[in-house]
């Protein structure tokens, strides 16, 4: 899926030669042929790739998911104090502490009147802030999980950064203004007031000329990176005793004296703009990534440079689909769901899209980015894709942060204990990579660990399911849970067996209850045994459930027709769709059929209440049947029994 576009190379060893080849060296084979003599084309490889890999999540699915009580925008993971932070749109702020094997809750703020619109956490891992569509940003030491200030602003901010670290004497803040190109330098620990509003140490305007929207600080360096709505990219200082910003000069951090020695006009020349910046554990590096044009970008820091691009547009994905070389294929009725959903996720500008993120893990050589086709883990130096998380998943994963550490445990270590050979006590520093990310338009954060969720490794709440109900389950979450109890109590699963083999059905108790319910009782009562398939069209159904086998008998669990049960999250959009057979509205008794092509005109007519998943062939053998003109087939077509699970 990965279309690898190389701008530039950060070393000169570049094996992917650009341009015309010169003709081969030829030899003779000794009878006068002249014979190409071809050397074999060399791979990167890295070195020790699969310890890197060994620290990283692998499970296919999310081991736990945990609420808030609206749309969760933000997630990150503080370093060094390993500490979860998670906002919704609701303004909500939640402090989790990583544990051995998961996380646990340590404190719920609710800091904002309207949404989080950005989040900023210091490089020690010892600061955080959270600024609000209230006008407000709150300003929390992490360590104690306590928010120390608040600073009232009379703009919409849209950027946030720490530009400093708690030991320093001023707790430096950068915010940028979401109307103006604006950048603004706050003691987040100290500012004076005038009136009811929080006056700043200085404010520039000179550094860009549209909004900036990203604001990311290099400690190693010192140094400030921003970018606005039209590309610009912009390296600066703070210089308190001129209350300023200054540019760097070129030196141990900074290799390059003029903009146009770099690549940092890469999003000028594109005429689009990134959506997040996001940099390596050593600074090195920076990714960034934007809905605006999907793509990848990799720059070196001190060069700015440009490492790597990668294209995930969907023009892209869909050709990759169709060829069958993504990394993973789904089927088409499955991705063009997920085409439609990224077009709803494209349609509203500034909402979660701008959210979507790219991450390092540890070592520099990976990038975590979620996709279509779920979170790829990508090497950045062999260029492919290590590993694809989540990939079976139906959420569409955007904000994602990493956790790599080694979470103490609970208890006393002595250094005798730590000297000892003890097998027992070397577990205690076990690590636990985790990946931890928003989806859309969900209300809740998912985890990615190197376990699978039905392991029982996630503490005292393995038994509740991987779907943690910390919050008050709204009002669907409620509808979802008494389908959830439907399935336990009438089935979620039957197999039909049939004089031509077997059909595996799925069930759906929480769409059309009634109907389930008929099925099931009529099934286990062995009412449809040795009834047969007494109508079978070509490209449309198969129809039994009739014991006087032609069409007119049948009744219901109940003894009198039940009522229709439509409803707009099913439809007849795909063949092997389960529904009941009437005569009129309301009138469903024990007759149903299978459809083998879409059917929509079918919708709000006939109640759906499952779905084949197994067992295809028998029904495409049992509708190519012989039939007479009443579409009767002449070899009888019998139920032997219906299995319900």
């Known amino acids: 899926m990965l279309d690898l576009k190389r701008a530039h190379e950060a070393d000169s060893e570049d094996d992917d030669d650009v341009g015309p080849m010169p003709l081969p060296e030829t030899a003779d084979d000794g009878e006068g042929n002249a014979s190409v003599n071809r050397k074999p084309k060399k791979h990167r490889v890295l070195a020790h790739e699969a310890l890197y890999l060994e620290n990283l999540p692998q499970a296919d699915m999310y ?14 993971v503080t370093p060094i ?31 904002h009147m309207g ?18 569509a209230d006008k407000s940003i709150k300003i929390f030491d992490v360590i104690n999980f306590d928010m120390i200030n608040i600073l009232s602003v009379p703009y919409l901010p849209r950027a946030l ?110 005429k689009s703009h990134p959506a997040t910046l996001t940099f390596s554990h050593d600074y090195s590096k920076f990714v960034t990534f934007g809905f605006e044009d999907r793509q990848i970008r990799v720059f070196s820091f001190s060069t700015g440079k440009l490492l790597r691009k990668y294209d995930e547009s969907l023009t892209v994905v869909s050709e990759m689909q169709q060829a069958g070389t993504a990394v993973h294929k ?111 338009k969900r209300n809740r954060f998912y985890m990615f660990s190197r376990r699978e969720p039905d392991s029982g490794d996630f503490g005292s709440n393995s ?22 109890n439907l399935k336990g109590t009438l089935g979620s699963q039957a197999i039909i067996h049939t004089s031509y083999g077997d059909i595996h059905v799925r069930l759906f108790p929480e769409h059309a209850p009634k109907a389930v319910e008929n099925f099931v009782g009529l099934a286990k009562k062995g009412y449809y045994d040795g009834v047969i398939f007494h109508r079978v069209i070509t490209a449309f159904m198969i129809q039994t459930g009739d014991p006087l086998g ?21 439809k007849h959009d795909r063949p092997y769709t389960l529904s009941m057979a009437n005569c009129g509205p309301n009138t469903n008794a024990s007759q149903f059929f299978i459809t ?50």
């Open 63 to 76: 081991e736990r998911s945990l609420m808030h009580r609206d749309t969760v925008n933000f997630v990150c």
């Open 81 to 111: 104090t390993d500490f979860i932070i998670t906002t919704s749109v609701d303004g909500h702020v939640k402090f989790w502490k990583k544990t051995a094997t998961g996380i646990d809750f340590v404190k719920h703020y609710r800091a």
């Open 115 to 132: 949404p989080v619109v950005a989040i900023a956490w210091s490089s020690d891992g010892a600061l955080f802030a959270s600024a609000g």
């Open 161 to 270: 950064c720490w530009c400093a670290k708690k030991q320093d004497a001023k707790a430096l803040l950068a915010v940028s203004d979401l109307d103006s190109s604006h950048i603004h330098v706050y003691d987040a620990r100290d500012t004076e007031k005038s009136g009811k509003m929080d006056n700043p140490l200085f404010s520039t305007e000179s550094l860009h000329t549209l909004s900036v929207h990203i604001i990311q600080y290099n400690p190693i360096a010192k140094t400030v990176v921003s970018v606005d709505l039209g590309g610009m990219i912009e390296y600066w200082r703070i210089d308190l005793d001129e209350m300023t910003v200054i540019r760097p000069k070129k030196g141990a951090f900074i290799d390059w004296e003029f903009k146009g020695e770099t690549d940092l006009y890469e999003f000028k020349k594109a």
């Open 330 to 440: 789904l089927d088409d009725m499955e991705f063009g769901r997920r085409l439609a959903l990224e077009r709803e996720i494209e349609k509203v500008k500034g909402g979660q899209s701008v959210t979507a993120n790219a991450v390092f893990d540890e070592s520099g050589h990976f990038i975590i980015y979620a996709t279509v086709l779920g979170i790829k883990i990508v090497n950045i130096e062999t260029n492919r894709v290590s590993r694809l998380i989540g990939k079976m998943e139906n959420q569409r994963f955007l904000n994602i942060a990493m956790y790599q550490g080694a979470p103490k445990k609970k208890g006393f270590m002595s250094t005798a204990m730590a000297a000892s050979e003890n097998a027992a006590l070397k577990d205690i520093d076990t690590l636990d990579p985790t990946i931890i990310c928003t989806a859309f």
């Open 463 to 484: 038994s509740s399911g991987r779907d943690i109900f910390n919050e008050k389950p709204s009002r669907e979450e409620q509808t979802v849970a008494t389908s959830a």
């Open 550 to 570: 032609d069409g007119t008998g049948g009744e219901s669990l109940w003894g009198n027709d039940f009522e229709d049960e439509f409803t707009k999250a099913i």
């Open 596 to 645: 083998t092509v879409p059917t929509p005109w079918l919708d709000n007519k006939h109640t759906i209440f499952g779905r084949a998943t197994g067992g295809m062939d028998v029904v495409h053998r049992i509708e190519k049947a012989r039939t007479d003109k009443n579409e009767k087939p002449y070899e009888d077509i019998k139920i032997l029994s219906i299995e319900v699970r």
